[in-house]
């Protein structure tokens, strides 16, 4: 019991110097990294470049003028990559005076090779207006959203989709509201309601009482 009490001593007298030593340790490794990527011929500014830190997948991308700013540890390899130039890697020093670290980065352009693409004309001009007159061109975004919001489309929608979590709400407290105003006697009947007969027949007109197909 002697000895567990002066390892228990013991444990918390240097337990609290050997966190502070590693949070002093890991707070001197961090570093805000200031830099500019460019293009290697004009040394313009190139936006929409990935800067990556390898193997945390954390990044961020340049600005419109090239310029980007990462916290990153030292000795970390930062990954610069675009569609339109070589992916090229840095590493962060390792001695590096202080918490903050400039960096002037040049990109070079990478070439793109294209599948190649052969067009063929149609031997004769009649075949040519035929396939042009029977070609099925897809809609686009326009006509889609044209087609989503159209009205025959809304009512369709309408009558198919279940009730989202408002209106199943409203729908019950209208009925508890009905079921508590009519507490303690019959309700009345709608049948020589004539409003009751003209929601009816719209509801009919509109189609509400068909078999639907979910």
């Not at 390899?77 to 918490?99: C, L, M, Q, W």
């Not at 199943?168 to 009905?178: D, G, M, R, V």
Request: aromatic share 12%; with cysteine.
């Amino acid at each position: 019991m002697k000895y567990f009490l002066r390892y228990t001593f013991f444990l918390l007298l240097v337990c609290p110097f050997a966190a502070k030593a590693q949070f002093e340790s890991l707070k001197d490794s961090v570093v805000q990294l200031y830099g500019i990527v460019m293009t290697h011929d004009s040394l313009k500014g190139i936006p929409g470049v990935t800067v990556m830190v390898e193997g945390q997948n954390r990044g961020t991308i340049t600005n419109e003028q090239g310029v980007f700013s990462i916290v990153v540890l030292k000795g970390d390899k930062v990954r610069f990559s675009h569609v339109s130039y070589r992916t090229e890697t840095d590493r962060i020093p390792v001695d590096i005076p202080g918490n903050q670290y400039n960096m002037v980065k040049l990109m070079a352009e990478d070439t793109v090779y294209l599948p190649t693409a052969i067009i063929k004309a149609r031997p004769t001009r009649e075949q040519f207006e035929r396939d042009f007159v029977n070609n099925d061109v897809p809609d686009d975004g326009i006509e889609i959203a044209r087609q989503n919001t159209s009205e025959a489309k809304r009512k369709a929608l309408m009558r198919m989709l279940p009730r989202d979590g408002g209106e199943a709400t409203n729908y019950a407290l209208t009925k508890s509201a009905q079921s508590y105003y009519y507490q303690g006697q019959a309700p009345p009947m709608n049948i020589f309601n004539p409003f009751a007969w003209s929601e009816f027949i719209k509801a009919w007109k509109r189609g509400d009482f068909k078999k639907k197909d979910y």
